[in-house]
Structures are given as structure tokens and as C-alpha cells.
């Protein structure tokens, strides 16, 4: 059994496992290569640097409607370019027997090797289209899992693969719109409860199929629902009955579980444990979230793994070789009093991150993560 899985359950290791999240884009980044094998490339990357591996690099399209498209449930993109190489404008338009939905996602190319996209217009605006989803929308097609089958092939015991899911308020979020949607859970309470039943209901199906085709953990998504936008009350009442229940499934699927959110997290941590996830990152510290590692430490119950709390944002790209040693020294130090911990940045690698400031943070990790 390899490193993380013995950590995550609760198992003595002789090391604290080191397993930064590592996306896509530094990947082609550090191959100087666009487009570059998701799966080999990435476990490359993980090799390289000598670290633990939980590779996340194979989700499937599962918001994409085009694999839904049916006599019933037709499904058309019209995409324009606003800015070539640059911006993009996707429309996507699903017809019913009985009306028209449509999406706009904008995209942006932010660094060479990353574009973010954003949603402007939601499938979702009223009730009524909502009803055309549970009505007209097909089972959960098949996916392309392959590069799942292939990381579990080339991984084999020696590392975890955890592709992406999303939570059930991340998958609400993804087809309404945010403010509509947390003011659905107090005046339209019951199009609220339907659709995190509905959308989180689908989301699992695609997490069985990411079982039946290698993943022995999935990475699912809580960031839409961050500590600076939800309080605890709102969280304890509209969001957590919802990510423990689905939690509660992927466990029974026989998976580890990873809980992530990238932001703001202080206020919610107290109840976190109650999702019943194997993981929880990322532990954000002030500038870009409000974690406090001590506090982290000490209200997250020992049963669940911790991991994150190192800024890859600022200090591993532009820190000094002291600071990021001496930073990563006291992590551990404080990790290792309570055990069950994985060292990792806050969240994937930044581009234009030296290679040498890897290699530092790495050696460091190895050389005081030692129990």
C-alpha cells in the first residue's frame, strides 16, 4: 500500500507523504509543449521532482451537454472568438419538446498554458427550465475515461488517481446562478432542494463509472461555497446535509475523498468534519484565504487527513531558498504532532515557477517531514 493511502487511513508512515497538486498547465510548462499527454507527462512531472503521487489529471467532460444531445435534449455550440488566441464566447443552446435553455461561458487566455472559464448566462433561470432537465435530459452518458484506465495502468500501487468531481452546491452553482441560487434556498426552497438532489444525483453516477475504470479516490470541488461568501448557519442548514449525503456514497463506492476549497475557510472548519471526507484541502493562509494551520490542526478532527498550507503563489516562485525551507520546516513541525497530514501548496502550481524552487521545496519537505 502506497504512502497516501496508508496516511489516509490512519496508518504509521516514516515520513509525512508530499503530494502538491499539480495541473496540467505547469505541465506543459515544464515540457515547453502545448497539448502534452495528461497522464504520462503528468506522473513525469511527479517523478521528477521525487514526489508522492495523487494524479488528477483525467476528469471526465461531465458538463459538457454535447454528449447528451438526443431527439429530445438537442444540443448546439456556437463559439466566436472576441480576441483571437485570446478571449472566446461559447453559446450553448438546448432544445425540448417544449422550450429553448442557453448557456454563455466566456473564456480567457490567462498565462500561456491556462484559459479560465467563466459561465455569464445559466441554463437555469426559472423554475420552469429547470422541470425541462428533470423532464428531457438524458441518463449520464459515457464519458471518456481512459486516461483514468491508463494512470491506474502505469500508477499501478504506487500512487493515488483522483480525478475531479464537484460537490453538490459546486454542481448547482454550475447550472444557476449564484446569487439566484443561494436566494432559492430561502424563497423557493423546494427548486433549491431539487436541484442539489438532482445535479448532485448525476455527479455520483459519473463517480461510479470513475471507480469501475481505475480512480481509487475522486477530488471533489466545495471552493463555489468558500468561507467568505457562506456562513456557518447557511452551511450548516442549505450545504452540508447535501455534500455529507454524497459523501456518504462515494465512501460506500469503496473510494478516498478529497474535499477542496482553495479560499477562505476559518469559519467553517468547525463543521467540515461532518462531510465524512478522507481529505481536506487546501489550508489557504492570509493573503489569499484566512486559514490558520494551528487552528486547522486543532478543530479538524484526527480521523481526517489534512493537506495544503504552503503559498505557491508568492513564496514558491519568487521566496528565497531560506524562506522556502525554513516555511516548510515549520508545516511539518507543526503537522507532526498530530499526524495525519499530507505536505502540499495551497493549490496547482503557478507557470513561471522556477524549477530550482521546486527542487527546494521538495528536498525540504523529504528532509523535515522525517517522524
Not at 196 to 224: C, H, P, Q, W
Not at 325 to 353: C, H, P, W
Request: aromatic fraction near 12%; hydrophobic fraction near 35%; glycine fraction near 6%.
Amino acid at each position: 500500500m502506497n504512502i497516501i493511502k496508508k496516511t489516509l487511513n490512519g496508518e504509521k508512515t516514516d515520513r509525512i507523504p508530499v503530494a502538491p497538486f499539480i495541473h496540467i498547465n505547469y505541465v506543459d510548462e515544464f515540457f515547453l509543449k502545448h497539448d502534452s499527454d495528461p497522464v504520462t507527462k503528468t506522473i513525469e512531472v511527479y517523478d521528477y521532482f521525487g514526489f508522492d503521487i495523487i494524479f488528477r489529471n483525467s476528469t471526465a467532460d461531465y458538463l459538457n451537454e454535447e454528449y447528451c444531445d438526443s431527439r429530445d435534449w438537442r444540443v448546439a455550440k456556437n463559439e466566436v472568438e472576441t480576441i483571437p488566441g485570446v478571449e472566446r464566447t461559447v453559446e450553448t443552446i438546448i432544445k425540448t419538446p417544449e422550450k429553448e435553455l442557453r448557456q454563455i461561458q466566456e473564456y480567457r487566455l490567462v498565462s500561456e498554458y491556462e484559459t479560465v472559464m467563466a459561465p455569464t448566462e445559466y441554463f437555469i433561470k426559472n423554475d420552469d427550465d429547470f422541470i425541462q432537465f428533470i423532464k428531457y435530459q438524458p441518463p449520464v452518458p459515457e464519458y471518456d475515461f481512459s486516461d483514468t484506465v491508463r494512470a491506474r495502468e502505469i500508477l499501478g500501487e504506487r500512487g493515488c488517481v483522483a480525478p475531479w468531481a464537484h460537490g453538490a452546491f459546486n454542481m448547482a452553482s454550475m447550472y444557476r446562478k449564484l446569487d439566484d441560487l443561494l436566494v432559492d434556498a430561502y424563497i423557493n426552497s423546494r427548486l433549491y432542494k431539487d436541484m442539489m438532489e438532482y445535479f448532485s444525483a448525476r455527479m455520483l453516477k459519473t463517480i461510479r463509472r470513475y471507480a469501475k475504470n481505475g480512480a481509487d479516490m475522486v477530488s471533489i470541488g466545495g471552493n463555489i461555497a468558500s468561507g467568505g461568501l457562506i456562513g456557518p448557519d447557511f452551511f450548516k442548514k442549505y450545504i452540508l446535509p447535501y455534500e455529507k449525503a454524497m459523501f456518504g456514497k462515494v465512501k460506500e463506492l469503496g473510494l478516498y475523498s478529497i474535499y477542496h476549497n482553495c479560499g477562505d475557510a476559518k469559519n467553517l472548519l468547525p463543521l467540515y468534519h461532518q462531510i465524512g471526507m478522507s481529505m481536506y484541502e487546501s489550508l489557504t493562509p492570509l493573503p489569499y484565504g484566512d486559514t490558520n494551520l494551528e487552528y486547522a490542526l486543532t478543530v479538524v478532527p484526527a480521523d481526517i487527513t489534512l493537506s495544503g498550507g504552503f503559498d505557491q503563489i508568492h513564496l514558491l516562485r519568487y521566496g528565497s531558498d531560506d524562506a522556502i525551507q525554513s516555511t516548510v520546516k515549520q508545516i511539518l513541525e507543526k503537522a507532526k504532532s498530530r499526524g495525519n497530514f499530507i505536505m502540499a501548496t495551497t493549490d496547482y502550481f503557478n507557470e513561471n515557477t522556477p524549477v530550482e524552487k521546486i527542487i527546494v521545496f521538495a528536498e525540504a519537505a523529504m528532509k523535515y517531514g522525517s517522524y
